[in-house]
């Protein structure tokens, strides 16, 4: 009987053994075509990066021995067809200039986040894995493809028309297409409760992002982490506008992009639903579905923060102006504004945005309705009852993506309120928020400077 049984599993791996064999004939075709236009970088970030990216990234995959085993080279050839569809140093040139750009910032942010090169693939090509030396000399490499902001005529003289065809009503999308995806737009997102701002200058771009209540309540309550089914963030991107003085504000209006959290719904996309609409025409973004993959790559560092980029303002740290918490919240400067101005910041709409470098501030400019229903017509006065509010922040580094500025602590909350007898001005600072007073002369100036601050272009 044992002799029986041992004849059998002799059998039993001869087979395997010859299937084993048999499989090896049976391969993917995995082929190195022709280099048409690769990479040029100092040799030092070159060499990071073959050594790092070009096994999968490029037409230059080298195998290792059991890389080209079978079952494993199956595998392997999937994962490099999957890489090079993303980004292939091999085809470098068929890339303009920005998208050059936008690859590189994409691939230090994965590997700043160690989601590239996979551990996994890393565990088996050791030589592959980014040290931290690594990761700042593609820094440094970095920082010098940051444009400095300058004043450009050029892209002044277009945001100046898409503005006059945006408060008359010309050009501007009726009936909005739904996307690639099937996702439809949401007119609403302009009048969203601000979450945050992001200044990209790698990308030359201001941008603004929103919430609805569902993603306005989760930061209040601070459950963003994950964020709650139903919650929709729309992020704004505009062209960034440096005038003669060196403030940056918000120029032409690029596109707008959506996040939609369903955890069942998009469950094969991470949780979230993705669309993009571009222009003053708002054009979908993209031609297929498969644009969602290219969204799911880019936000994939961020898995520890549900998959979202945006800092959403921390409400329990200092005080911040975005949402107004309970009333027994008292570091919150609106909260307590609030009580006296009976102006409830939970209605406060973004009109613009701006950015100071020197000395290293972010601004954002407010209104209720009745400011907001005169600042996007174009209105060169406001009407009495409207309310405008410059807020302030210290301009802080932004840990989730290199080269980019996001709100710090808040420095000064501006307020200009006009009424038929006039304009009223009110300036708050300082670690409490006391109440500042200043001379005429400054007081007037400073209404002068909001109130001539039009509003940023928004479909």
């Not at 739904?178 to 737009?185: G, H, I, K, R, T």
């Not at 120029?251 to 996040?259: H, L, T």
């Not at 009745?370 to 932004?398: C, I, M, N």
Request: hydrophobic content about 40%.
């Amino acid at each position: 009987m044992l002799s029986f049984i041992t004849k059998k599993w002799h059998a039993a791996l001869a087979v395997g053994a010859l299937a084993a064999v048999g499989l090896q004939f049976v391969r993917p075709a995995l082929d190195n075509p022709p280099v048409t236009g690769d990479l040029t970088a100092p040799d030092h970030v070159e060499e990071i990066l073959r050594r790092a990216c070009y096994d999968c990234h490029s037409n230059e995959t080298r195998l290792t021995w059991f890389d080209q085993i079978s079952p494993a080279i199956w595998l392997v050839a999937a994962d490099v067809k999957s890489a090079r569809s993303v980004l292939n140093f091999s085809y470098w040139e068929q890339l303009s200039m920005d998208q050059r750009k936008a690859k590189l910032f994409e691939g230090l942010n994965q590997a700043t986040f160690e989601t590239m090169p996979p551990a996994k693939y890393t565990a088996l090509h050791p030589s592959a894995k980014l040290t931290a030396n690594d990761i700042a000399v593609l820094k440094n490499y970095l920082a010098t493809l940051i444009p400095k902001p300058v004043p450009n005529a050029e892209k002044t003289a277009t945001g100046d028309v898409q503005y006059v065809a945006w408060t008359h009503a010309i050009g501007s999308a009726k009936d909005v297409r739904p996307s690639a995806n099937d996702l439809v737009f949401m007119p609403e997102y302009k009048d969203w409760a601000p979450i945050s701002i992001t200044d990209r200058p790698d990308q030359g771009a201001m941008k603004v992002i929103t919430g609805n209540d569902v993603a306005v309540k989760a930061v209040r309550d601070r459950q963003t982490n994950p964020w709650p089914d139903g919650a929709v963030l729309a992020k704004m991107q505009f062209e960034a506008l440096t005038d003669a003085h060196g403030t940056t504000r918000t120029g032409e209006f690029k596109q707008v992009a959506f996040m939609i959290k369903d955890s069942k719904k998009y469950a094969s996309t991470q949780g979230w639903g993705y669309a993009r609409w571009k222009g003053l025409q708002l054009e979908p973004g993209d031609k297929d579905p498969s644009f969602t993959m290219e969204c799911v790559n880019c936000h994939a560092p961020m898995h520890d923060y549900d998959f979202v980029f945006t800092n959403a303002i921390d409400l329990s740290a200092k005080p911040q102006p975005f949402i107004k918490p309970a009333r027994s919240d008292t570091r919150n400067v609106l909260g307590s504004l609030t009580e006296s101005t009976q102006f409830d910041s939970r209605d406060w709409k973004v009109m613009a945005a701006f950015v100071e470098r020197t000395p290293n501030t972010m601004s954002m400019l407010f209104g209720n309705d009745a400011a907001v229903k005169a600042g996007r017509a174009g209105h060169a006065h406001y009407p009495p009852g409207a309310v405008l509010s410059f807020v302030t922040w210290k301009s802080q580094e932004d840990d989730h993506w290199f080269g980019a500025y996001i709100p710090g602590g808040v420095q000064s909350v501006e307020r200009v309120t006009f009424s038929t007898a006039g304009v009223n001005y009110d300036r708050f600072e300082g670690s409490a928020f006391e109440k500042r007073t200043a001379d005429p002369a400054t007081e007037m100036k400073r209404i002068s400077y909001i109130a001539d601050q039009r509003a940023s272009v928004m479909p």
